[in-house]
């Protein structure tokens, strides 16, 4: 049908013109219908065009529906609040074995105990409880805990028998473990070294203060590998075995002070 044209010769007003189109006739005859028909195809194309896109669209907003859902489903709120509560009834009881045993109080609040929190309390929440473990974190590092030598405990704290005049009693300021010259001792906690020399009967001694009212003190050194101001780890080696002071042969003495009173050391040796 498109096989007839017809030539349009195009004159401009002064009555030139050199194009020339040619249309098919069909075209020419039946223009409106021809467009309508153009017009109709571009509809019905647009048409699936945009049912394409809703379809596409819901689909990513149906999946993003159902991820948030399957979040929603593995933060279990009520159970989570519970965990909460149960963290902070810990801390609370932490707070109270430290008042007991005369150490700093952390200053908290029931922040887990409030009712009904949405998703943004519970980021606030934990790192509350993050913030609050790193300070017991803290705390638990510069309290001296163990043994600073593995020797075996040949004197106890308390009242002994004068080890060298061998009769009356005495007060034994510490404990001793056995050891040989030159056995590497360890800090018992975190600190900072007040005192690095010849310290009476101690002879070599070295005192760590621990923050919190604690130091230890280690004595009859061989040799003393701190210096006073120096920073120690707990487990640190701070000198070695020895016999110097009062002492009747190669032992470590050990003392924990409390708020600048000699305490049993063996309260500290292990969690009971
Ligand atoms: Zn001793």
Redesign the pocket.
């Known amino acids: 049908m498109f096989k007839k044209t017809t030539s349009v010769h195009f004159i401009n007003a002064e009555g030139n013109g050199n194009r020339i189109m040619v249309i098919p006739t069909f075209v020419l005859l039946y223009w409106k219908k021809f467009i309508f028909v153009i017009g109709g195809v571009l509809s019905v194309l647009l048409l699936v065009l945009g049912v394409f896109i809703y379809q596409k669209t819901s689909e990513i907003y149906k999946e993003e529906l159902h991820r948030a859902n399957y979040i929603k489903s593995k933060i279990d709120m009520q159970k989570l609040q519970e965990s909460f509560q149960s963290i902070n009834q810990s801390m609370l009881k932490i707070n109270g074995f430290m008042q007991e045993r005369g150490l700093q109080k952390f200053s908290m609040k029931n922040v887990g105990g409030e009712e009904g929190f949405d998703i943004q309390d519970v980021n606030e929440v934990s790192s509350f409880y993050v913030g609050y473990i790193k300070e017991i974190e803290n705390a638990i590092t510069n309290v001296p805990l163990g043994k600073p030598h593995h020797g075996e405990i040949t ?1 106890h704290f308390g009242t002994r028998e004068n080890p060298f005049s061998g009769g009356g009693a005495e007060t ?5 473990f056995r050891g040989n010259t030159g056995d590497p001792v360890k800090s018992t906690a975190h600190g900072k070294v007040s005192f690095a020399g010849v310290k009476g009967g101690y002879g070599n001694c070295v005192i760590i203060d621990h923050g919190y009212n604690l130091q230890t003190l280690y ?2 050194f061989s040799q003393i590998k701190v210096k006073a101001g120096q920073e120690v780890q707990s487990g640190e080696v701070i000198g070695a075995v020895g016999s110097t002071g009062r ?1 009747t042969g190669p ?5 924990v002070h409390f708020k600048g009173e000699r305490i049993n050391p063996e309260l500290y040796l292990n969690f009971k």
């Open positions: 004197s034994h300021s510490g404990m001793d004595g009859h002492s032992h470590l003495h050990y003392e």
